[in-house]
């Protein structure tokens, strides 16, 4: 069993920063993928960015690409995304899971954390 506690939300003016924390506890996550989805008020939830745990395969979204950073600390089993230059279109609920595979499917991710809300304001 694998335990996620997001954390890092609020509201925050359209060009402004927030960073994202995901605590992660439970099973050995070496062979483990780490991702970011959000889902906003009415619509499906999306992804938004990945990393493997050993630190490879970063992929990202089009629509947070060269705005949004995924990383983990692996010492503090903890996985965080760094998020710049905030748009009103970014304000969702952001979750973080985890995944067996190296995927961006919602449906192959087989843990989630309870989200964090993300709003921004124009």
């Known amino acids: 069993q694998v335990q996620l506690v997001e954390s890092g939300g609020g509201l925050v003016q359209a060009g402004g920063s927030l960073r994202l924390s995901c605590a992660v506890s439970g099973r050995t996550l070496s062979m483990y993928v780490m991702g970011w989805f959000r889902q906003a008020p009415g619509k499906e939830r999306e992804f938004v960015a990945r990393?493997?745990?050993?630190?490879?395969?970063?992929y990202y979204a089009d629509s947070v690409k060269g705005r949004f950073t995924i990383s983990r600390d692996a010492a503090k089993n903890t996985v965080y995304l760094q998020m710049n230059s905030l748009k009103p279109e970014d304000t969702a609920v952001y979750y973080c899971a985890v995944s067996r595979g190296i995927t961006i499917v919602t449906s192959q991710y087989d843990y989630w954390g309870q989200g964090t809300q993300v709003a921004v304001s124009s």
């Open positions: 990393i493997r745990w050993n630190g490879d395969y970063i």
